[in-house]
């Protein structure tokens, strides 16, 4: 993301994150998922669990809105919004107003 707390017309949190030039438009995907949103079939997942990368996903659950923070000993914490489905609403995250959602 790039810093506009730098730019003379905006104000920006001073927590956004910064990079020392624009990236660009042209990116590197990496090799492995960092936030993965669960499968459809786990619609009540624990926050630490695992799934297989060819698990079925259709937007039942998602994983929104990542942050990731740097800590005063040089760590990083990544948070997220994990978006389920609600009972009686079994379409999740593909109906937002009924759907739950939880910050991990």
Request: glycine share 4%; proline share 11%; with cysteine.
């Amino acid at each position: 993301m790039i810093d506009l707390s730098r730019s003379p017309s905006a104000s920006a949190s001073a927590l956004v994150h910064t990079v020392p030039t624009d990236p660009g438009t042209s990116w590197v995907k990496d090799a492995a998922i960092a936030v993965d949103a669960p499968p459809d079939r786990d619609v009540d997942p624990h926050a630490e669990a695992q799934w297989p990368a060819q698990a079925v996903r259709t937007g039942v659950c998602a994983a929104v809105s990542p942050r990731v923070i740097a800590s005063r000993k040089g760590r990083y914490r990544v948070y997220y919004t994990q978006v389920l489905p609600r009972p009686a609403f079994p379409a999740g995250a593909n109906d937002y107003e009924n759907a739950t959602a939880r910050i991990l």
